[in-house]
Every structure is written in C-alpha cells, then in structure tokens.
C-alpha cells in the first residue's frame, strides 16, 4: 500500500499559486519525500525531494512540517503547462512505493 | 543530464508475438533498472529491479519467463514482453536511480498495443 494520502484532483487558477498536500503520516526516519509530475502519457517528472529541511529549486518549494508527516509542494507561479498528475512518495534505499497522486488541473 | 532514452515510445503487435523495451541511461551509469507498468487512470505499478550483472528481481504476481529482464551493461536495460496478449496492453516506463539519495531519472515510456 502507498505510504502517502493525497486529494484526488485539485484546480488552480492560472498565475497563482498552486499548494499540493500530501499526508505521510507513517515515514520513517531515513525516508525522503519526493515529489514527482507525470503529464498525460509521459515518463514521470522529477520535481523535488526532501527528508526535514524545506526545499526551493527552480521548479518548486517543498514544505515539509517539523513531524515530518505531511509536506505541501508549492509551484509558485502555476502555469497551464504545470498541469499534471503529481505523485508525493515516501521511501529510501531505491524503495518507491506510488500513490494516486494528485491531478492538477491548472485553469486560465 | 542524468537521461534515460526509452524506445520505442509506441508499439503495436500481434498476439503471440514478442516486443522488445529499450532503456539507456545516456550521461550516467544505471547500476539498477526499475520496470513499471501503468494501466489507464491509475498508478504505477513496480514489476521487477534489474541490476546489471545478475538476475532481476520481480515484484509478487509478475510472470518473469513472461517478461524477460536483462541488464547487459551499466548503460542498458530491455523488458521483453513474450507471448504478449491484450491484456498486456499497457504503458511500460523505466527508472534508474540518479544518486542514492538524489531521486529517479524516468524514460518516456513505452505505449504497448496488443492486437
């Protein structure tokens, strides 16, 4: 069973902020949080990960709370190209598991 | 960088026929291959870890004389689908891990039509 709960579909308006959840509320202390992206028919995309610290790069920023058992991925700035299936995932050691993942539907 | 090419993107066979999935890590050295399959509208679903040099590992209720893993060298992994039927039909993706800690580089993956 997938170790992370996640809504099932989530809207944004275009240009504003989208703020994805993600409950993980059995991670280990070694686990990381990864976020990944998969358009329609594609290889998933990797966004960012994170195992305490709050994570930024050039795609997104990853909030993870101070008990480590949720996290929310921020894309700033979101656009219609961000629209996505995107996967939160616990694991460590090359052990991913997959969840259903969020579908994002960004709307202009 | 970090690459992973998988070919061919689409292919359509007949049944009773085998297909062979291509994944090369082009700018790195993929010691491990991970296979996944995905049916429509849902998840992916891990099916076996090919490590180079050594036998494949598959996940509980995957066929392996069915779906033949070889990892040839630190740069290519295939999937070969034998004796494909309709029900294989699916989407096919490969993985290989960037660094131990660093998260996954995906293919394309492989849209496999069983006719």
């Known amino acids: 069973d997938a170790k992370t709960t996640q809504p099932t579909s989530m809207d944004c308006a275009e240009g504003r902020a989208a703020n994805l959840p993600c409950n993980h509320s059995?991670?280990?202390?070694?686990?990381?949080v990864y976020w990944y992206r998969q358009i329609h028919s594609q290889g998933p995309q990797y966004i960012i990960h994170?195992?305490?610290?709050?994570e930024t790069n050039e795609m997104a920023s990853l909030i993870i709370t101070e008990d480590r058992k949720s996290s929310t991925l921020i894309l700033p700035h979101a656009t219609l190209r961000d629209t996505a299936v995107y996967y939160c995932?616990?694991?460590?050691?090359?052990?991913?598991?997959w969840g259903a993942g969020t579908k994002l539907i960004i709307k202009p | 960088g970090a690459v992973v090419s998988q070919h061919p993107s689409r292919v359509i066979c007949k049944s009773g026929t085998s297909v062979k999935i291509e994944c090369r890590s082009l700018d790195f050295q993929a010691t491990t291959m991970f296979w996944y399959r995905q049916f429509p509208k849902q998840s992916l679903m891990l099916m076996a870890t090919s490590n180079e040099g050594s036998k494949a590992t598959y996940e509980q209720g995957v066929e392996k004389d069915k779906f033949l893993i070889n990892h040839a060298s630190l740069t290519l992994s295939t999937l070969t689908v034998t004796s494909a039927h309709p029900e294989d039909s699916s989407f096919y993706i490969c993985?290989?891990?960037?660094?131990?800690?660093?998260?996954?580089?995906f293919g394309s993956g492989t849209r496999l039509t069983v006719v």
């Open positions: 994170g195992l305490k610290n709050n």
């Open positions: 993985s290989a891990p960037r660094d131990p800690n660093y998260g996954y580089t």
């Open positions: 059995t991670i280990s202390g070694n686990e990381y």
């Open positions: 995932i616990v694991g460590s050691n090359y052990q991913l598991i």
